[in-house]
C-alpha cells in the first residue's frame, strides 16, 4: 500500500469557546486525490491549515511526510499549496510572481517555464494580475504551488468564485496533474459533484467532525434518494415505512433516502401497488451535500 504523505488522527481545535474541529481523523496516501466537503463554517479552511503547521491544535496529531508540521516546519518542503482568495500582487506580472517564488524555493528559470505551460498559462505570463480573469489567476496560483515539483498540493477551495467554465478547467487541471505527474492533492470544496468530478476518496466533514468517508460512489449509494409520485403520499409512506425504508411525505410525492440498491425500492412498490396503493412514477435521485452530511 502506498505510504501516507498526510495523517491526521482524532484532531481538535477551539477558538475560544466555540470547538471547530472535533476529533477528525483522515488520511491521504501519495499520489492520490481526496476530497474534502463540507458547508462553509464546517472547519474545512482550519483543518488544512494546521495540517500545514501554520496553526497550532489543541489535540490530536499531525503527520506530514512523516513528522510534525508544526514542529518541524521542513515538512513543507515538497507541499504546494492553493488558498481559496490568493494574495496575488496586481501590479506584477504572472511571470515575475513565479521567478519570485522560483528564488525563494532555489527552483530554476526552467521550472518557471515548466509550470507556466502546464497550468496553460502561455501567452498571458506577462500580463498584470490586475489584468487576468479570475480563472487565469487561478491559474497562477496553481503555477505557483508547483514551483520547486511538489510531491502534495492542499487545495482550499481552488474553484471559489469561478464560473461554471473556470471551475470545471481548473478542476480538470488538478486532475491532470495528479495523473501526469503523481502528485498526492487534497483538495476542499463545499460544492460536492464538484469533487466527484477528480476525487478518488472523500471525505464529509460537518460541525468539526466527519460524518461520511469513503469512495465517491459509496458515498453516493448509502445517501441516494428516491422521490414517488403518488396519489397517496401518506398510505404510500406508511406501507413502505412497515417494509423497512426511510420514507416521508413531501407534497403528493413519497421520498425514501438512503438507498442501498434501487431493487429493494422498486420491490417495495410491487407489493404496495399489489395492495391497491397507487404508484405513478419514481424518480432516483443524487443526494446533495445536506444529504451527505445529514
Known amino acids: 500500500m502506498p505510504e501516507k504523505i498526510l495523517d491526521v488522527r482524532d484532531l481538535r481545535k477551539k477558538y475560544g469557546g466555540l470547538e471547530v474541529l472535533r476529533g477528525v481523523s483522515l488520511s491521504v496516501y501519495r499520489g492520490e486525490v481526496v476530497g474534502l466537503v463540507g458547508p462553509n463554517g464546517a472547519g474545512k479552511t482550519t483543518?488544512?491549515?494546521i495540517s500545514l503547521g501554520i496553526v497550532r491544535r489543541d489535540?490530536?496529531?499531525v503527520l506530514l511526510n512523516g513528522v510534525d508540521p508544526w514542529?518541524?516546519?521542513?515538512?513543507?518542503?515538497?507541499?504546494?499549496?492553493?488558498f481559496e482568495r490568493p494574495n496575488l500582487p496586481s501590479s506584477m506580472s504572472v511571470r515575475e510572481f513565479l521567478e519570485s517564488a522560483a528564488r525563494l524555493k532555489g527552483a530554476s528559470e526552467s521550472d518557471v517555464e515548466w509550470a507556466i505551460e502546464a497550468v496553460g498559462l502561455a501567452g498571458h505570463e506577462w500580463k498584470e494580475f490586475n489584468k487576468l480573469s479570475a480563472g487565469l489567476k487561478q491559474r497562477a496560483a496553481i503555477a505557483?504551488?508547483?514551483i520547486g515539483s511538489?510531491?502534495?498540493i492542499i487545495a482550499d477551495e481552488p474553484?471559489?468564485?469561478l464560473d461554471p467554465m473556470e471551475r470545471r478547467e481548473v478542476l480538470t487541471l488538478i486532475a491532470r496533474?495528479?495523473?501526469?505527474?503523481?502528485?498526492?492533492?487534497?483538495?476542499s470544496s463545499h460544492i460536492l459533484p464538484e469533487l466527484l468530478r477528480v476525487a478518488k476518496r472523500v471525505y464529509a466533514l460537518s460541525k468539526g467532525r466527519i460524518v461520511a468517508e469513503g469512495e465517491p460512489q459509496e458515498i453516493f449509494q448509502a445517501k441516494r434518494l428516491a422521490r414517488i409520485r403518488t396519489t397517496?403520499?401518506?398510505?404510500?409512506?406508511?406501507?413502505l415505512a412497515e417494509l423497512g425504508l426511510e420514507a416521508s411525505v413531501e407534497g403528493l410525492s413519497v421520498l425514501v433516502r438512503s438507498i442501498s440498491s434501487p431493487s429493494i425500492v422498486y420491490e417495495a412498490l410491487t407489493k404496495a401497488a399489489d395492495e391497491g396503493i397507487p404508484v405513478l412514477g419514481v424518480d432516483l435521485v443524487e443526494p446533495a451535500l445536506e444529504e451527505v452530511i445529514s
Do not use: C, D
Open 59 to 61: 489535540g490530536g496529531e
Open 159 to 161: 474553484t471559489s468564485n
Open 71 to 82: 514542529v518541524e516546519p521542513s515538512s513543507r518542503e515538497k507541499v504546494g499549496v492553493i
Open 144 to 146: 505557483h504551488a508547483l
Open 150 to 152: 511538489p510531491e502534495f
Open 232 to 239: 397517496e403520499p401518506e398510505r404510500l409512506a406508511s406501507r
Open 47 to 49: 483543518l488544512l491549515k
Open 177 to 187: 496533474l495528479n495523473k501526469e505527474l503523481g502528485v498526492a492533492v487534497l483538495v
